[in-house]
């Protein structure tokens, strides 16, 4: 290219608009990639948190209806195994299958409700289903005989085939509900159950899943306990395609192997039942949906990127080109003044032709702004510094006032005559799990209870001018699903002209208090009832006699009315000393201002016994009265000692069980260690007894097992014990033993016993033996279970040899006796 064409390109490039143009146009482009990729990745932060908490707040209130579904059903089984027409029997009335029909038809998606007996033949069903068959072997049978059951989901086959398959693929499910029938007495009766059609948890999710609220794509699995997808059907390769879930009541993005990347959250549904089932309810959302928004952002970031670079930089040309004209006429002149010999050295970078003729031409014109520019300077100094010190004054009263503000445990808000929210405090937004950035704008209706709104809105209409304050007690919607009390105190701020310019409300919460105040309530109507029940004896006692008195002490300790008024308490006791005994440790505890209570025998009218469980509390230390509730527990102490006697003893022979016995040996076992002795566990098996069950018969068999007890007994010594643990095994309990020979002796004396010969109920006479198998405790072994398994080895092998080995020999396993 000629240099006489080089040349003005040159120039053109150096000149400041051709320069300013490009810089800023660079820079702009640079901000907006930088912009662009800092808001992507931040609406991508929110977004994500944004929909997994949507994703959690969708699901934890259908984890809820499950769980109160759940309950709802259980307390429909539980009323069932109460309701009078069963406990009073018969199981198989018409009025108990009317009533049960009924039940299921007021609530149709119980596909089978029904009582059994405790045999497990069901007495009475709906449309008369199994009606007649042993439900003996169903899980829900022996479940329920033993208190409130709650079965997972199941299919039932033949309950399927008697009401038909439905009309989809998926086969029929079942979640059981059983219950004990109890007699008013106490017996039972039987058993009440429902078998509840899966269907209903299928309906209940897709009324949740399926309203215009629900998001895009929103898919749902009820997941149990061992990793089983309940719903929807079939999916149960699902959770292994997938990643570790997430922790319960949170979320994240999770890769469901083939099917792609899902935002996914995870709820435990709440344990309400007596059985908990362990459901994991997990919703996901395909990350795709969820992250629309962003893809929807790039696009707008994009186009308007372009767009504002291309009329940026136009707009900056134009500005440089405006700018740099001035600049030139401004050069001439500097030249002009330079060549009149005025002005002043001036010495800074150019690096484009504009500013090095301005350099030149300006350099004496700055020695005579230089002294000005100084007055300038110390005068704007002393500008600044007043202005700053202001500006941190503002600042200090505004972060004061918001600290006040923020830090108060008090709800505060402000809002306009329509009700828009224009200021929250962070109470406000751990209230109600909301982000500030939500609220403002919005209305506060949302969180006010709905019954509530229209009281709130009637106190806030009696606001003027000249009463701007009003109060309000209302209930609201917490975050956290619960409904609170509060008490909000409500300002409002007129104008001149006695217009409504915005509200301000300050809210505490009185839930505690409102519960205090229905509990009291509820407890005066407790009281009133309290002392005229009939069935729990009160009574004001005072220096140990009875200045008060209900009707129902007086029968229950079968006195006549009136008869124990401003008597001594002592004619109530079993005796003189439990009297002074009950006295002295009761009131020294009232004394310190604790409560009292005992259960003891007691002494009626004509001298029975009867258990009490007696409550005392002292009223006040200057009246020296306390006041006493007592309850006859006679009932429950008789039928606890029987259960526990039955729970401890063999049921044939009335000997200790495995489990007594077990007791026992640890007591021997820690006696030991005190006194130094030994212990033998002996292991009796005897011979013969099959062949006289078979030819006799098992009453035969069970005579001589009750016979073979009561020799056993008598052959021991009275410390000693034997116990039976099945058929015809029993144990000896030797304890106390100072040498191993003493048990010989013992052992000999038995076997003499069990060798006489036995008189049977038909006339027979039989005759068996016995093998012995012995381990010494702390010799052979220090628990109970190694020691039983060594005598029953040692045992084995004395049948095995037919023969006595002498005493202390060693054998196999560890060292025991064969005997």
Not at 95 to 117: C, E, H, M, N
Not at 135 to 146: I, N, T
Not at 569 to 574: G, I, K, P
Request: charged content about 20%; some cysteine.
């Amino acid at each position: 290219m000629p240099l006489s064409r080089l040349l003005p390109y040159r120039a053109w490039m150096r000149s400041s608009r051709t320069r300013l143009t490009l810089l800023f146009g660079g820079a702009s482009l640079l901000v907006a990639l930088v912009l662009a990729l800092y808001v992507d990745r931040l609406a991508t932060q929110r977004i994500v948190q944004a929909r997994g908490e949507a994703l959690l707040t969708v699901s934890r209130p259908i984890a809820d209806a499950l769980a109160e579904g759940l309950r709802e059903r259980e307390r429909d089984v539980s009323l069932l195994a109460r309701y009078p027409l069963l406990t009073a029997g018969p199981l198989d009335s018409l009025p108990v299958r009317a009533y049960l029909d009924d039940l299921k038809q007021s609530f149709p998606d119980y596909s089978w409700i029904g009582v059994t007996d405790v045999s497990g033949q069901v007495r009475s069903a709906t449309g008369g289903l199994l009606q007649g068959e042993s439900v003996r072997q169903r899980p829900w049978f022996s479940a329920g005989l033993q208190g409130l059951h709650v079965g997972d989901a199941h299919e039932a086959q033949l309950l399927a085939q008697l009401i038909g398959s439905p009309k989809s693929t998926e086969p029929l499910r079942f979640l059981d509900f059983a219950a004990p029938i109890r007699s008013n007495d106490g017996r039972l009766l039987g058993v009440a159950a429902a078998h509840l059609n899966w269907h209903w948890v299928s309906q209940l999710v897709q009324r949740a899943t399926s309203g215009p609220w629900a998001p895009e794509g929103l898919e749902l699995l009820i997941v149990s306990e061992n990793g089983t997808v309940l719903h929807p059907y079939g999916q149960s390769e699902l959770m292994r395609s997938a990643a570790t879930p997430p922790a319960l009541g949170s979320f994240r993005v999770l890769r469901w192997g083939a099917q792609g990347d899902y935002l996914t959250a995870a709820v435990q549904v709440p344990s309400l039942t007596a059985q908990s089932l362990h459901w994991t309810l997990i919703v996901r959302q395909p990350l795709a949906l969820a992250l629309a928004p962003v893809s929807e952002l790039h696009r707008l970031i994009a186009t308007l990127a372009l767009v504002l670079t291309g009329v940026l930089m136009g707009m900056i040309y134009w500005i440089a080109q405006r700018f740099s004209q001035p600049l030139e006429r401004l050069a001439r002149m500097a030249q002009h003044l330079d060549q009149t010999g005025e002005g002043a050295q001036f010495d800074i970078p150019a690096n484009t032709l504009e500013f090095a003729h301005l350099r030149d031409s300006l350099r004496k014109l700055t020695q005579h702004l230089l002294e000005s520019q100084k007055e300038l300077r110390l005068s704007n100094q002393g500008l600044e510094h007043k202005v700053e010190q202001r500006t941190q004054e503002i600042q200090l009263r505004e972060q004061q006032y918001r600290s006040i503000l923020e830090e108060q445990s008090e709800v505060i808000c402000r809002f306009r005559a329509d009700l828009t929210l224009t200021y929250v405090n962070e109470a406000y937004c751990r209230l109600f799990a909301l982000r500030r950035e939500e609220v403002l704008g919005s209305t506060w209706s949302p969180v006010v209870y709905p019954e509530d709104i229209e009281r709130v809105r009637l106190s806030l209409s009696t606001n003027s001018p000249a009463q701007p304050v009003s109060s309000v007690e209302n209930r609201v919607l917490a975050g956290n699903g619960q409904v609170r009390w509060f008490h909000f105190i409500n300002h409002a701020f007129f104008d001149e002209q006695g217009h409504l310019i915005e509200w301000q409300s300050v809210g505490r919460d009185i839930t505690e208090r409102q519960a205090l105040e229905q509990t009291l309530q509820r407890v005066s109507s407790e009281q009133e009832a309290m002392l005229d029940n009939d069935l729990l004896g009160i009574a004001r006692i005072k220096d140990r006699r009875v200045v008060w008195r209900n009707r129902a002490l007086e029968r229950i300790f079968g006195y006549e009315p009136g008869a124990l008024l401003d008597q001594p308490t002592e004619r109530l006791y079993a005796s003189p000393e439990d009297h002074e005994a009950f006295g002295r440790e009761a009131y020294a505890t009232l004394a310190s201002g604790q409560h009292f209570r005992r259960q003891m025998p007691m002494r009626r009218a004509n001298g029975d016994t009867v258990w009490m469980d007696l409550n005392g509390v002292r009223l006040s230390e200057d009246s020296g009265e306390s006041l006493w509730l007592l309850q006859d527990i006679t009932e429950m102490k008789q039928y606890q000692a029987q259960v526990e006697h039955i729970a401890f003893h063999d049921p044939l022979t009335l000997l200790p069980n495995r489990l007594l016995l077990s007791d026992r040996m640890r007591q021997a076992f820690a006696l030991h260690e005190r006194a130094k002795t030994v212990t033998a566990v002996c292991y009796l098996d005897l011979n013969g007894f099959k062949a006289v069950n078979d030819q006799h018969g098992h009453e035969a068999g069970d005579h001589l097992l009750k016979e073979m007890a009561k020799r056993l007994l008598e052959a021991v010594r009275a410390h000693d014990t034997v116990a039976r643990l099945g058929g015809d095994e029993f144990v000896l309990l030797l304890s106390s033993l100072h040498q191993s020979e003493e048990a010989r002796l013992i052992i000999q004396r038995v076997e003499k016993a069990i060798r006489q010969p036995v008189r049977l109920a038909n006339g027979a006479e039989v005759q068996v033996s016995t093998s012995v198998g012995v381990a010494f405790h702390p010799q052979d072994g220090t628990q109970p279970g190694q020691l039983l398994a060594l005598a029953d080895s040692a045992m084995y092998e004395a049948k095995r040899r037919l023969k006595v080995p002498p005493l202390n020999e060693a054998t196999p396993g560890g060292r025991l006796e064969a005997i």
